[in-house]
């Protein structure tokens, strides 16, 4: 009796340090091992994972896991849906403990350069402009989003004024780049930002110092829709001058400097460039 009860103990407590060992461990067709920093391994040669699927309501959702979702819970959301900063698309999601974060692909960056120099327009009267012009090479085309979310796109444009009229004294103009946006090809564009610029020609020691040109520089962030299509360009637009040229040659945006002193033929030391950079995907 008392040998029957002791291997009765003897196989409770072989059964229960099996269990432990097996808890801190699991292994799904691993055979008789598993990776030692694994707590759960699965092998296959021609099978996968499925993840849980779950329609998500936007990234703030913390109703459709029940009774609630808990930090690191891991899914595959199979629809689109939320707006704005809370948009879901179908993907992989991880909860933080307080939304739901998506995990990016490859990401997205596109740049484009300014091909030429561009000559302003202005009224003949030497007054206040209001003409705009297009500057060329910062013109996006249309462009289909891979992705939806947010994008920021960072634009840089030189104005540069011409010769002084006069040579007892400095030359100046002041004026702006702009960024536009034309949404699904409809061949109407809006100004979405617009930045001041300013340059002058200087004299000094009796000698001329012209097309000093400054840059200003743009960046904005934006929510795109990957089911949408834009077009993004950049413009230039002369205020006013004052003893630089006269009303029939007004400033350039992005002047060729391959005649500067010193630039040993570099062209495009004043050319501007546009950025669009994915920086969260929905």
Do not use: H
Not at 148 to 173: C, E, H, R
């Amino acid at each position: 009796m008392k040998r029957s009860y002791l291997l009765y103990l003897l196989n409770i407590a072989f059964v229960c340090g099996f269990l432990q060992e097996s808890a801190a461990q699991v292994g799904v067709n691993t055979g008789t091992s598993i990776e030692p920093g694994a707590a759960f391994e699965v092998r296959s040669t021609d099978k996968g994972i499925l993840i849980p699927r779950v329609t998500l309501t936007g990234s703030d959702d913390n109703t459709t896991i029940t009774p609630a979702p808990s930090t690191g819970l891991f899914v595959y959301n199979t629809t689109k849906a939320g707006s704005g900063a809370t948009m879901v698309e179908p993907g992989f999601y991880y909860y933080d403990g307080a939304v739901w974060r998506r995990l990016f692909n490859e990401g997205y960056s596109i740049k484009f350069d300014q091909t030429a120099e561009v000559r302003a327009t202005k009224n003949p009267c030497n007054c206040y402009s209001t003409n705009y012009v297009d500057i060329t090479g910062l013109n996006s085309g249309v462009l289909t989003p891979p992705f939806s979310g947010t994008y920021q796109i960072i634009t840089k444009a030189y104005m540069t004024a011409g010769d002084n009229l006069m040579t007892n004294s400095d030359g100046s103009v002041q004026g702006s780049m702009s960024l536009w946006m034309d949404t699904n090809n409809s061949g109407t564009f809006t100004k979405i930002s617009e930045q001041y610029l300013t340059s002058s020609s200087k004299r000094i020691g009796g000698a001329n110092y012209n097309y000093l040109g400054q840059a200003g520089t743009i960046v904005y962030n934006i929510d795109l829709d990957a089911n949408n299509t834009y077009t993004f360009k950049v413009r230039g637009r002369e205020w006013y001058q004052a003893n630089s040229n006269n009303s029939n040659t007004p400033s350039w945006f992005g002047k060729n400097t391959s005649g500067y002193a010193g630039a040993n033929g570099v062209n495009d030391a004043q050319y501007g460039e546009m950025t669009i950079t994915l920086v969260n995907q929905n």
